[in-house]
């Protein structure tokens, strides 16, 4: 039996959910498919212990329905797993969204029927969806990176990856545990198993920086402060390059304009606020390699004063510049090294060679192991989009197209593959920026060109070569002026064997929406716009 819709969005996560709400508004018939069992996206499958967003809660919501804005209470400065969960589930029964949400249906291939304009989705249970337009609200940080070390089937004990936890409790007490992986996830997760196992061996490949989240409870005055603004508080975040954090000072000034004890002191000051706010001390550490530098050594000595181990210290120390990959958040992170329980082990000098019955081996030596936890985060942003078999015109398909890297128009279209929007894509803000914010500029953009294609009767709307290729060109510039793309990061695929490498996410939030704005106000310049 097929079913047929006007839209097929699939993912019910964060992006998923607003854009469920938006495509309502059109008056467009709509259906969800979601591959887990409840809404949630990237909330519903990172349930590890200590996961925790690293963006401001007030900022991290929805900002559709003031009333929504003005009802929900948030709990700390950054929410847990568990409290965006919680919320998530409010937005579900406040809207009624689970009515045209289909759990448990994972999509394997979406086809374009040229002739009749229209997507056919397939999902792994063998259902078939037949609609006009699909949205893609997959995520870009969904697709698990587990990595393939010989001899994973051979281990007796557990193995769990920080973005597939399971949903029922797992006992890490009394354990030999050992952690592949200090990311993000490696960061929130590590204090947090080191507190329960008897002996933790932490598996590091490359050193994070790892700023102090300085979590605390929300100050009730602070909330409604906010909350007496949304509306002001939002613009104001929408006018900062990462789209937010507005609330706080920013340094435009270069670093060697001050003398060595101002520096320090606005380094301290800047650390002591918490968060990332330490990169925006001054306003060329992201784009000067000296000044970067400088901000690099006062973290490395914080390291040093934290950690008594030297040696130990000395490999928490990053080496490249501080902002090319994501800086983490943490709390506790490099004092949990100074526990007698917890083992640092260097595998970028003695590399993983396989996993045996009783653990990991690496090149040096062994380790005897009850629990393997990997926190290898994520096939970044093409990940989810390359498990499914998308074709588009004349079969061609997009995992193909994409196998010198990603490009698209905007971040949202593709050429060759008509009335299908990507959210949060490559060539977009997206990770750089409170991805909150980035969903719903996405969201709003194409909710308003459907009605557009609606209002004047077009069937199809496709990005054309030549808007790829400028927007392709646009994107490298803009990197090029940073340090962003000066080291191997999951922004350029680099943590994925043979994952061509190409800087994915387009630096600066404001002047992104902007063109946006620009290109819907021209007719949708760069699309080509068909009636059948």
């Known amino acids: 039996m097929t079913d047929s819709f006007d839209v097929v969005i699939v993912g019910a996560g964060l992006a998923g959910l607003q854009m469920l709400h938006q495509v309502r ?43 929504l804005q003005q009802e929900w209470e948030w709990t700390g400065r950054y929410a847990s797993q568990p409290e965006i969960l919680r919320y998530i589930g409010h937005v579900m029964e406040r809207f009624d969204l689970g009515r045209d949400i289909q759990y448990d249906a994972y999509v394997t291939a979406m086809t374009y029927d040229e002739s009749a304009g229209r997507w056919t989705v397939r999902t792994e249970s063998g259902d078939v969806l037949v609609a006009r337009f699909v949205i893609m609200a997959t995520g870009c940080l969904s697709s698990a990176n587990v990595p393939e070390i010989a001899g994973r089937e051979t281990f007796v004990g557990e193995i769990h990856h920080t973005g597939h936890w399971p949903h029922e409790p797992v006992d890490l007490a009394g354990k030999r545990i050992g952690v592949v992986g200090t990311g993000s996830s490696g960061v929130q997760v590590i204090p947090v198993i080191a507190r329960q196992a008897e002996q933790l061996h932490v598996f590091q490949r490359t050193a994070a920086y790892t700023l102090p989240a300085r979590n605390q409870a929300l100050d009730p005055q602070l909330q409604a402060a906010v909350k007496g603004d949304y509306a002001g508080f939002r613009a104001r975040n929408s006018a900062m390059p990462t789209a ?12 060697f304009l001050v003398s060595a004890a101002e520096r320090e002191a606005a380094f301290e000051y800047f650390w002591e606020l918490g968060g990332p706010l330490l990169l925006r001390s001054f306003g060329d550490i992201m784009s000067d390699p000296a000044a970067n530098e400088l901000v690099a050594d006062f973290v490395r000595k914080k390291i040093r004063e934290t950690v008594e181990a030297p040696d130990v210290a000395a490999l928490l ?35 993983i060679e396989e996993i045996t019955p009783g653990g990991i081996r690496t090149t040096k030596d062994a380790y005897e192991l009850d629990v393997i936890v990997f926190a290898t985060g994520f096939d970044a942003m093409t990940g989810a989009l390359f498990r499914i078999d998308i074709r588009g015109r004349e079969s061609v398909s997009l995992k193909e197209m994409w196998a010198a890297g990603p490009r698209t128009y905007l971040g949202l279209a593709v050429p060759g593959f008509p009335n299908l929007f990507t959210m ?63 080291c191997d990061s999951w922004y ?37 716009l068909a009636r059948l």
């Open 317 to 351: 120390s990053p080496k490249q510049p501080i902002g090319c990959k994501r800086v983490c958040l943490g709390t506790d992170y490099y004092e949990t090294f100074n526990r007698p329980n917890v083992h640092l082990v260097d595998v970028a000098t003695a590399p």
């Open 25 to 67: 508004e059109t008056g467009l018939t709509v259906r969800v498919l979601e591959a887990g069992v409840a809404a949630g996206g990237t909330w519903y499958w990172n349930r590890y212990p200590g996961a925790q967003c690293d963006v401001e809660s007030l900022e991290y919501s929805y900002q559709f329905s003031e009333e």
């Open 492 to 528: 350029l695929g680099a943590n994925v064997p043979g994952k061509a490498r190409v800087f994915m996410p387009l630096v600066g939030f404001p002047a992104y929406a902007q063109t946006c704005e620009e290109v819907a106000a021209g007719g949708y310049k760069g699309f080509s």
């Open 424 to 486: 949060t894509g490559p060539g977009s803000p997206s990770v750089l920026t409170n991805m909150l914010v980035a969903i719903h500029q996405h969201a709003t953009w194409i909710g308003s060109c459907l009605t557009y294609l609606l209002d004047n009767d077009i069937s199809t709307i496709e990005a054309t070569r030549e808007a790829e290729e400028a927007w392709g060109l646009h994107v490298d510039e803009v990197a090029g002026r940073s340090l962003f793309p000066s």
């Open 244 to 255: 937010g954090l507005s609330r706080y000072p920013t340094n435009p000034s270069s670093i």
